[in-house]
Each structure stands twice: as C-alpha cells, then as structure tokens.
C-alpha cells in the first residue's frame, strides 16, 4: 500500500514558477514508476510527466515540455514536479500517482494523492 500527498500548488502569475511535491509513504516507494497528472473541471485527467524508479527515465507531455522538470528522491520517498514559465493554460489541480510501469494513461496508475490547486493569473 502506499499513500500519497501533495503539496505545493498556489496561485501564480504566469511567467513563474511553482514546485509540487508528492510524499509517499511505504517502503517500496523506489520501485514504483511515480507521475503527475493534472485535471481541469469538465475535462479528463491529462498526463503531465513520469519518472520510472531511475531517474534517468522520465517522459513529458508535449505540453510541458522544456518547462517542467520532474525528479524523486528516493531516500526521502519524494517525487517533485519543478514547472516553470507557467501559463494561464497549465492552470488545474495537479496529482501524483504511482504505478509500476511507465505510462501516461491514468488506469495504469494504482495510487493517487488527492491533488493540489494550481492556478495562474494572467
């Protein structure tokens, strides 16, 4: 079992720049593939990034691409989703979800955090 929780969202003006963090709790932690999705009302969950359990694995949406980092630290069973040069449009309540493979579809993904608010002024 491995619970998640996120923190770090806010508001923002666009142009800056906001870290989430995903704490995990469980001992295996680095061996599951960690993601952020991200979801706006009335439209269905969109995949952000992914890191599989090495670091040297990740895969970004087109989207985000260039302006979003993601990275885990292992030792503190933490994943982090750096986003810069943020944009009206990257505004939605972003989630962790941990999986055991690498996938931008949200079915593959067995936990979930229950999510933290970003929003971004214009």
């Known amino acids: 079992q491995v619970q998640l929780v996120e923190s770090g969202g806010g508001l923002v003006q666009a142009g800056g720049s906001l870290r989430l963090s995903c704490a995990a709790s469980g001992r295996t932690f680095n061996s599951y593939t960690m993601a952020w999705f991200r979801q706006v009302p009335g439209k269905e969950r969109e995949f952000v990034a992914v890191?599989?359990?090495?670091?040297?694995?990740?895969v970004y949406a087109d989207s985000v691409k260039g302006r979003f980092t993601i990275s885990r630290d292992n030792a503190k069973n933490t994943v982090y989703l750096q986003m810069n040069n943020l944009k009206p449009e990257d505004a939605a309540v972003y989630y962790c979800?941990?999986?055991?493979?690498?996938?931008?579809?949200?079915?593959?993904?067995?936990?979930w955090g229950q999510g933290t608010q970003v929003t971004v002024s214009s």
């Open positions: 979800a941990a999986g055991r493979r690498v996938s931008s579809v949200p079915k593959d993904y067995e936990y």
């Open positions: 890191t599989a359990w090495s670091v040297a694995r990740t």
